[in-house]
DNA sequence: CAGTGGTCTAGACCACACC
DNA sequence: GTGTGGTCTAGACCACTGT
């Protein structure tokens, strides 16, 4: 017997799970047990009864139960220790789990950031787009500058290369939605990305586009996205004011 | 019949598995494909067998055989499609996905930056540590600043904040190994962590300890780590040299 | 249609933590 | 010890992709 509390099955209604939903079973048990801890049904630190109990109550498999565990340890919810037991993990790591970047934010509070198309254009590639993308040289190239602005202000200038052969982007749709959300649309499978992140000063030009004073710090990214079958779907090229912009992110498992 | 290639099975011997390890048999196979893989014997692309087969072959069962294509998917190493079939995905792409920092270059080349302990001491908290930290304000606080370099020159001002009554981090340690090298062997099991990362211009004595110009652009970060009971273990915030350094990082299934 | 991965089940044994 | 999660097995059915 626990000594500061047992463990608690609790108000887990079998209810909700719906068999015939294409929605597998695991999934839909995570859920279940992941709105319990949200709601706050579950508080920080309480034991979860064990996995056989769990699935007996909830009338599945303990394999299935162990899978809906596995995704709430995936997605931090949860820590698990043998011979010890379940335990929800507190709501302020679990908050700042929900990784938000400044443009999230603003669509929170519902600022959309918006979206000037600078130029979109399909170029024969240089040298340099012929490397990143990994085409040859000479190869037509989708070539994309936008303008993110918030609150009036401009935060950010992002430049794009991509192979042009996969898809058109037709400048309307870039200035409503993201690249990615586009791609996606389009049918591109993303398979992972690279990224680097680093400062250095602003250009005069530089400057003078984002509304900043000569010499500003910029905050910059390089990325580089690959499909599926390792060809190289898009590569970016961002520049953000540091003084009105900052990526926010969260590790698990460290 | 596959049009281009039919599926290899290939050379995968039986012979390295053994069950009366520790090591978990799914492991195992991972690590048996993954070394295949990486060896080349799997070029980009390659189909392999269905899982049945492969686990018919290498004599474990088909969850077992599930779990280590599992492992392999998350690392990015095959890429999987109900009704087609398993697909190693370009070297390329995986060797950008071992993501390395510019201190791991460093290391790599046998350039291991050096750390100077500029002050580690105990103090009272403050508002703002106690507020960073989760604690009662009045509480100990271990505090430390340490200048890292590399190749002579300095790279970095990490400044962190620990619960004193956690553990004690020796100046000699701290010089020697990473602070989070230091927790992990002191057996805290840290959960999860949020940081955010942010640019902006050095102030005077910035730029000086950096051996920058005054108003050089700094790369910053401010990162919060928990333990699996949701409280903070540390708080840190560190500026880097935007001239000399840069966050590299890879995404997987975006 | 055949072949693939995705899901689910019912059992078993083991390693580990705590008492 | 007892109880926990971790591993492994053998089999079944389904959903999707390609032909």
Redesign the pocket.
């Known amino acids: 017997m626990?000594?500061q509390q047992e463990?608690a099955s609790s108000a887990l209604h079998v209810s909700t799970l719906d068999?015939g939903s294409?929605?597998?079973?695991?999934?839909?048990v995570a859920q279940h047990l992941e709105r319990a801890i949200e709601a706050g049904a579950l508080p920080r630190g309480t034991r979860?009864?064990?996995?056989?109990?769990?699935?007996g109550e909830l009338?599945?498999?303990?394999?299935?139960?162990?899978?809906a565990?596995?995704y709430l340890?995936g997605k931090g919810l949860v820590v698990?220790?043998?011979?010890?037991?379940?335990r929800v993990v507190s709501p302020k790591v679990r908050r700042s789990l929900e990784l938000t970047s400044l443009f999230d934010d603003l669509e929170a509070i519902g600022q959309r950031p918006t979206t000037q198309v600078l130029s979109n254009t399909i170029e024969d590639a240089t040298a340099e787009m012929a490397e990143l993308l990994g085409i040859a040289k000479g190869t037509p190239v989708v070539s994309i500058a936008r303008l993110r602005s918030a609150l009036g202000q401009p935060i950010a200038c992002l430049t794009n290369y991509l192979s042009a052969s996969r898809i058109s982007l037709p400048t309307e749709a870039l200035e409503s939605q993201g690249l990615y959300q586009l791609l996606r649309r389009s049918g591109i499978q993303l398979h992972s990305a690279t990224q680097v992140i680093g400062a250095r000063s602003a250009t005069a030009a530089e400057a003078r586009m984002l509304g900043e004073g000569k010499g500003a710090a910029l905050l910059t990214m390089q990325r580089t996205a690959y499909d599926d079958h390792g060809t190289v779907v898009e590569y970016g090229n961002h520049i953000y004011s540091g003084a009105r912009y900052s990526f926010h992110m969260s590790l698990l498992s460290i």
Chains 1, 2 share one sequence.
């Open positions: 626990a000594p463990p068999r294409p929605v597998p079973l695991y999934f839909q979860l009864s064990n996995e056989i109990e769990l699935a009338g599945v498999s303990r394999p299935t139960m162990r899978k565990m596995e340890v698990r220790q043998r011979g010890v037991g379940t």
